[in-house]
């Protein structure tokens, strides 16, 4: 596949937080953050609720805006580069339904493609193409309201993807699906070469998927390091008011009944 816009672009950090705070109105959900993530790396963002991990994600396309610095392959997120940007960063909300209004699934995914100016011939060929990759080949002209859920949710990233993004960051990707779709998605982001930003809640997948992973903790990185290192220490998590992944659990209660 030809990408347009970003295919020239080079850099080491995909993503860049330095000493980046968020609140909003005067609530605050973000507290001096630093987080770097280098190109091509995938990162679990873990932690409890009302952590702040979904307002992370969204700091990142410049939908949600703040003073402090931020780098997405070392341009700086401003008023002058938000076009750049949002073509960068392809985020796809927890909800699939916000990605999705137009009346075919192939609309929804040349959408983005044909807003960025790609000729309509080329942006349907790189949505079908899209929508082979995710797996949802012979669905293009379905109405995303006849879909399942795990269908639309599948149909959101490809939503993202079509706009050939060199960072996917996605939120809660696994949340609500059967195993089927659920294994889908785990595969598809064992092959992805891109950066990706996930946030979950099901650690096993984070365990599948990721290179490493973060806690964050009332709005502020509270450990950092390899996925093996952190989602196998119980200690640490429960401190987070987190779980091991239930693989490990099992292997402990093998462990203490052999
Ligand atoms: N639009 C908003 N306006 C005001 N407060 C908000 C808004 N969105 C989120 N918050 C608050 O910000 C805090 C962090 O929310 P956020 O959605 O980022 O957490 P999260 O870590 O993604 O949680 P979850 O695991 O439940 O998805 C919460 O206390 C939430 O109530
Ligand atoms: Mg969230």
Not at 228 to 238: C, K, P, Q, V, Y
Not at 241 to 252: S, V
Request: aromatic share 6%; net charge neutral; glycine share 6%.
């Amino acid at each position: 596949m030809k990408y347009y816009s970003t295919e020239k672009i080079n850099y080491v950090n995909a993503v860049e937080l330095i000493d980046v705070s968020f609140a909003y109105d005067s609530n605050p959900v973000l507290n001096h953050l630093h987080l770097i993530v280098p190109n091509r790396q995938r990162i679990g963002i873990i932690g409890p609720n009302g952590a702040g991990k979904s307002t992370l994600l969204t700091l990142l396309n410049g939908v949600l805006r703040t003073e402090d610095e931020i780098k997405i392959c070392n341009y700086i997120i401003n008023r002058k580069n938000k076009k750049i940007i949002k073509s960068l960063v392809g985020l796809v909300f927890q909800n699939p339904d916000d990605q999705l209004f137009s009346p075919t699934l192939l609309d929804d995914v040349m959408f983005g493609p044909l807003n960025m100016g790609i000729p309509p011939q080329q942006a349907k060929q790189r949505s079908r193409e899209v929508l082979r990759t995710i797996g949802l080949e012979g669905f293009e002209h379905r109405s995303s309201i006849h879909l399942s859920f795990g269908e639309r949710k599948l149909a959101a990233i490809a939503t993202v993807l079509s706009m050939t993004p060199e960072i996917i960051a996605l939120d809660e990707p696994t949340s609500n699906l059967d195993a089927l779709h659920r294994r889908k998605i785990i595969k598809w982001l064992q092959n992805q070469e891109k950066t990706v930003l996930i946030t979950s809640h099901d650690l096993d997948m984070i365990y599948e998927t990721c290179h490493r992973v973060i806690i964050l903790y009332k709005g502020q990185v509270v450990a950092d390091g390899q996925v093996s290192d952190i989602l196998t220490n119980g200690a640490l998590l429960e401190q987070y008011d987190l779980e091991r992944p239930l693989a490990f659990q099992q292997t402990r209660h093998i462990n203490q009944n052999s």
